[in-house]
């Protein structure tokens, strides 16, 4: 950063501003540079620092896969009041495996492993992966 | 022959009783020349609702996973055979897949409405269905359609 900044002070002509008198006097002494014989202020080659970091979705990063039979994992992604499946804009998972989870439940229903209208009791106290009151996206209606 | 999954719940009842019904299960998939991979006994529990089957309702049941291979075309069979077992309160057969490796788009699906694909294509289609329209720089001085 402090690199950064000295390049673009030196570009801009700028001498940094200093508090101290003693401090100040020895930087317009060293600072005289006879333009177009410094080389520092050629562009530099560094990473474009604003890029953002690729977001994954919690299945995909921890690289699990639903599975019909673990009934724990999957009722996490299931409304204790209604049994409804939870929709993207809440789980915040990606559209490949939100298809996938959903598929899950609805193989895990019909085989009998998991309720359609209740969620397990001894499921209530599992740690939550999101926030249904705070969907990261809008309600779609 | 494809693997598959046979996920069984069997009613409530004693041990030996158990055994001759897994007994039972595994020789129809036997006798049709199918292998039989793996038995696994997923406990007995709780249903998650009651279930009425061969007139009888069901609270309680025994899960059991066998994984099999066998012909496709015999599937259907199996599940009309299972179906018809009274101590069977429900089965399902599913096919075993290999977890396949899918790229997140999570990142891409989080972009401004502008920059994501979808709704690209949707802007390009709405354009192609436009109706075509009069432009006014046209260079004539009158309209020249009906009013």
């Given at each position: 950063m402090s690199n950064i900044l000295k390049i673009v002070l030196n570009r801009a002509g700028i001498v940094p501003r200093h508090f101290s008198t003693a401090v100040a006097a020895t930087n317009t002494a060293t600072t005289p540079t006879t333009p177009g014989s410094d080389l520092s202020d050629e562009p530099v080659n560094i990473r474009n620092p604003y890029k953002q970091e690729r977001k994954l979705c919690i299945l995909c990063r921890m690289k699990i896969h639903p599975d019909y039979k673990n009934v724990?994992?999957?009722?996490?992604?299931?409304?204790?009041?209604?049994g409804r499946i939870y929709g993207r804009h809440i789980t915040g998972l990606c559209k490949a495996k939100h298809d996938l989870v959903q598929r899950e439940i609805f193989k895990s229903q019909n085989s009998g492993f998991m309720g359609t209208y209740t969620k397990s009791v001894d499921f209530t106290h599992d740690p939550r992966l999101f926030d249904p009151e705070r969907p990261m996206r809008p309600h779609k209606y | 022959m494809p693997t598959y999954e046979l996920s069984v719940i069997l009613r409530q009842m004693t041990r030996p009783e158990i055994v001759s019904t897994l007994k039972r299960t595994a020789e129809t998939i036997l006798n049709n020349g199918g292998i039989i991979r793996k038995l696994e006994n997923l406990g007995t529990r709780e249903l998650p609702h009651k279930m009425s089957e061969h007139g009888?309702?069901?609270?309680?049941?025994?899960?059991?996973?066998?994984?099999?291979?066998?012909?496709?075309?015999?599937?259907?069979?199996?599940?009309?055979?299972?179906?018809?077992?009274?101590?069977?309160?429900?089965?399902?057969?599913?096919?075993?897949?290999?977890?396949?490796?899918?790229?997140?788009?999570?990142?891409?699906?989080?972009?401004?409405?502008?920059?994501?694909?979808?709704?690209?294509?949707?802007?390009?289609?709405?354009?192609?269905?436009?109706?075509?329209?009069?432009?006014?720089?046209?260079?004539?001085?009158?309209?020249?359609?009906?009013?």
């Open positions: 724990r994992l999957l009722s996490q992604f299931q409304s204790p009041y209604t | 009888m309702v069901h609270r309680h049941g025994s899960y059991f996973l066998v994984q099999f291979d066998s012909a496709t075309h015999l599937i259907e069979d199996f599940n009309e055979e299972f179906g018809r077992d009274v101590d069977i309160v429900r089965s399902s057969i599913f096919k075993t897949q290999n977890p396949e490796f899918i790229r997140c788009t999570l990142h891409e699906e989080l972009l401004p409405p502008a920059y994501r694909k979808e709704v690209i294509e949707m802007m390009k289609l709405a354009q192609r269905k436009a109706k075509p329209k009069y432009r006014q720089q046209s260079g004539l001085d009158y309209y020249p359609f009906q009013k």
